[in-house]
């Protein structure tokens, strides 16, 4: 999935794209800014609201305020989706380690299964680079508000929030997973 690649290269490129936009004026954001933030933005949110819609007709309005922790979490995830991508094309095969793989104990009904961690967490940079990544853009956050740049602040936030959220919960994984294995 190039998308995470190309996100991540964005996550790179778009601080410095504010430093450049500093000196421009309202009307300039308007012609260049906002055409670029309608395409980008709003077919995703589009895409998420019907899937919300369609997925649970009677609650879709009201997924809809999980819509910015859910945008921050896919842009918290370019890292590791941008190593897994390029492991992929370059035919390296490896095991998918975010979430915890368990393996439930046979003969325990469902209410009562034990369950054992099948695998031991292993130790990643990625982490690492996704809280690198969350101190850019707590640098970009503070830039933007000594800087006056308004409209940008939520989106900043959202890349924050994504980046510390996924190193922090990366973190909290591994050394729990190392901890409680085998």
């Given at each position: 999935n190039l998308a995470y690649v190309m996100m991540l290269c964005?996550?790179?490129?778009?601080?410095?794209?504010?430093?450049?936009?500093?000196?421009h004026g309202l009307r300039e954001t308007m012609l260049i800014?906002?055409?670029f933030f309608l395409g980008a933005t709003v077919s995703v949110i589009v895409f998420y609201a019907f899937s919300q819609f369609e997925s649970s007709p009677g609650n879709g309005v009201r997924r809809l305020r999980y819509l910015p922790a859910v945008l921050g979490l896919g842009i918290g995830l370019a890292i590791n989706n941008t190593k897994a991508t390029f492991e992929a094309l370059f035919g390296h095969e490896s095991p998918f380690v975010r979430t915890p793989?368990?393996?439930?104990?046979?003969?325990?009904?469902?209410?009562?299964?034990a369950l054992k961690p099948t695998y031991r967490g292993?130790?990643?940079?990625?982490?690492?680079?996704?809280?690198?990544?969350?101190?850019?853009?707590i640098h970009t956050l503070w830039y933007c508000i000594e800087e006056g740049l308004w409209f940008a602040i939520p989106f900043m936030f959202l890349f924050?929030?994504?980046?510390?959220?996924?190193?922090?919960?990366?973190?909290?994984?591994?050394?729990?997973?190392?901890?409680?294995?085998?």
């Open positions: 964005l996550s790179l490129m778009l601080p410095f794209a504010l430093e450049l936009r500093v000196d800014d906002l055409p793989k368990w393996a439930a104990e046979a003969g325990h009904g469902f209410a009562a299964k292993s130790k990643s940079l990625v982490a690492l680079f996704e809280l690198a990544f969350a101190a850019y853009y924050t929030w994504g980046f510390l959220y996924t190193g922090i919960l990366s973190l909290f994984q591994s050394a729990w997973l190392r901890r409680s294995a085998p």
